[in-house]
């Protein structure tokens, strides 16, 4: 009879566990899908640009989590493009900016990328911009 019980209520907690398990999963993935950083744009066109004059290009973005935000490294994909980035910690609700220069030595289309790293998410986040030198 002892056994009876004790087989039930360990049988009643291993069903109570698999019921409980999805909501808590939802929750968890919910929150890791969200990211703490919004960008203003992750893409700029700079459209037509005159070859030889470095063009300034910014891309801002808030702290939209709870915690704050620290850039960690920022890497231009090409030795054409300088960057600079806030060194000090973003404070949820704040903003800041990444900004890149790209000198523009050869005619014709063009598309760079800025990677940006930071405590705040996994993977780093790639920003781009394009246009055409003249």
Do not use: H
Request: glycine share 6%; hydrophobic share 40%; net charge positive.
């Amino acid at each position: 009879m002892k056994t009876i019980k004790i087989t039930t209520l360990a049988l009643a907690l291993a069903l109570m566990s698999f019921t409980a398990a999805p909501s808590l999963k939802n929750a968890i993935s919910t929150e890791i899908g969200t990211s703490p950083i919004s960008w203003k744009s992750e893409m700029i066109d700079l459209g037509e640009i005159p070859q030889g004059k470095p063009k300034a290009i910014e891309f801002e973005f808030k702290n939209t989590g709870k915690t704050a935000v620290l850039i960690t490294n920022v890497k231009a994909s090409c030795g054409c493009t300088a960057t600079d980035y806030t060194k000090t910690a973003i404070q949820p609700g704040a903003t800041a900016k990444v900004s890149a220069t790209f000198n523009a030595a050869a005619k014709g289309p063009f598309t760079k990328t800025v990677t940006v790293t930071t405590n705040a998410e996994e993977a780093p986040k790639v920003l781009s911009f394009k246009g055409t030198v003249l």
